[in-house]
């Protein structure tokens, strides 16, 4: 079973900086035959479902801001708010689809400093 | 618009049996994927299994394999968790969320709004 490994598990970041959080597979998601990464990244606001915000490592959903965006390939995954917003306080959770049983990263924390 | 309705919180005894459900709306629900996902209380997200309503085929998490069934009645768009026999450990929010497109591997792009279940 793939392993999905999400750093940090908090982090507090000043309003209008930068928040990375990584996101480490304990196998490739990279399915080779059409070059994508089955990783998905979500938002959980406190008492609401989550909400999917970036596909396929790094394909923005419709709606949501310019300032997540997502990269990586293989094992390796980075999720950034350049400018972090009031509205961003949230837990993130990576997701691998490639193989099931598909699972979650253990999530992150964001918090204003 | 595509949704996903489930039904209400339950407060059940160790031992008795549940099973809960999520109404999807808005999309040809036979056609796309159906998950259900666990979240203990003030924890992460666990992938519990999915299924196929258009011909019922269903994958499991190892971890809830026997533990649970996951199920779908396409005539009434309707997806279904069960338990035989709950455990205070089942004491969770669960979600069902619609995979992204006609095939198992792809993200949750629609989620319900949660049911809590309580054992006690």
């Known amino acids: 079973d793939i392993v999905m490994t999400q750093s940090p598990d908090s982090l507090a970041v000043s309003l209008g900086e930068r928040a990375t959080i990584k996101c480490k597979s304990s196998q490739s998601v990279l399915y080779s035959s059409n070059n994508k990464n089955y990783l998905a990244w979500y938002q959980q606001k406190p008492g609401q479902p989550p909400k999917l915000i970036i596909n396929w490592a790094s394909t923005r959903e419709s709606g949501v801001p310019e300032r997540f965006s997502g990269s990586g390939s293989g094992t390796d995954f980075t999720l950034i708010i350049s400018s972090l917003q009031a509205e961003d306080v949230a837990v993130y959770y990576c997701h691998q689809y490639y193989s099931t049983p598909f699972a979650f990263g253990g999530g992150t924390k964001v918090e204003i400093k | 618009e595509v949704q996903l309705v489930q039904s209400g919180a339950e407060v059940k005894k160790p031992g008795d049996s549940l099973k809960i459900s999520c109404k999807g709306s808005?999309?040809?629900?036979?056609?796309?994927?159906i998950g259900w996902v666990r979240q203990m209380p003030g924890k992460g997200l666990e992938w519990m299994g999915v299924?196929?309503?258009?011909?019922?085929?269903?994958r499991y998490s190892p971890s809830f394999q026997g533990q649970v069934t996951i199920s779908a009645n396409e005539s009434i768009t309707t997806a279904y968790l069960r338990w035989g026999s709950l455990k205070a450990s089942d004491t969770a929010m669960y979600y069902c969320?619609?995979?992204?497109?006609?095939?198992?591997?792809?993200?949750?792009?629609?989620w319900g709004q949660g049911t809590m279940v309580t054992v006690s």
């Open positions: 299924i196929y309503p258009g011909h019922t085929d269903t």
């Open positions: 808005g999309y040809i629900f036979s056609n796309y994927w």
């Open positions: 969320a619609r995979v992204a497109v006609v095939g198992p591997y792809d993200a949750f792009d629609i």
